[in-house]
């Protein structure tokens, strides 16, 4: 089950062009309302822009390795990889690598809609779709998948069908840290920006009250493409932290597409299509 649970949880978050990394918690974010001041339409419209600016320039593809550490109940663990992407069409392969021996621990790709998880070792292949994806199926997170793939696809998350609750900045920072507060019906999302650019984020399920908080820190611009080199994600209401660390980053390569999604599959596996 722990190999399942890592599986699930790098399909989320490898490919991440943002590097999130914990510095103190949501609830700190805003400490106190003297240092607080309500941002006029004008600025919140600017960071929408922001945004809006960040998603249109997100890589048509890219490469990556990576080094992955956290706690997925209870348990450490530490592992080593690489992922490709490319966005039309949508193909994605992340392959996860065991430490001491170098092999293979899992494999996760995205073929348009349909999302495969083989487990070499445990001889066991999880075929799911985009579109009806449970993540409580495979870990215990609830969490949005599609929250998530925004970001594994080089994009600043945004809620669908959000109204903007509000705007606010805080002088406590130097320079000023501004945030914007949207909501929908399942959900409240706050983005924080330092000088201009997203260094935070925090969802809040409204009908379980269950957040998790996602850091950036040292953003990395190549040509006007956004990505950050570490990340840390939390989840306060279960013990699971996950610390990302990239390099080798390629932006907008030209890949093979059959190479992304070709899959050798040990004997006797076992294929489970999730409904």
Partial sequence: ????????????????????IISNCSKNIIESKKVINKSDGNEILVLLKKITEINNN???????????KGIIDGKKFKTL??????KSPKKMRITVKDVVFNSALSIVIVDNEIIKFYIPVEKKLYIDNEKTIDLKNYINLNINYKIFYSLVTGMIPILSNYRIKEGLTTKRDSPPRLFLILENDNYFETISFRENIP????????????KFEIYLEKPLYIANTLYYKRIKFIFLETDCKLSLEFNNIKSN??????NITRLKLEKDTRIMVVK
Avoid: H, W
């Fill in 253 to 258: 390569i030209q890949i093979k597409l059959k």
């Fill in 199 to 210: 260094d935070k984020i925090l969802f809040i399920n409204k009908s379980t009250k269950e």
């Fill in 58 to 68: 997100s890589p048509r593809a890219f490469s990556v390795t990576f080094t992955l």
């Fill in 81 to 86: 990889g690489s992922g490709i992407y490319n």
């Fill in 1 to 20: 089950m722990r190999l399942r649970s890592i599986t699930i949880c790098i399909s989320l978050f490898v490919l991440v062009s943002f590097s999130f």
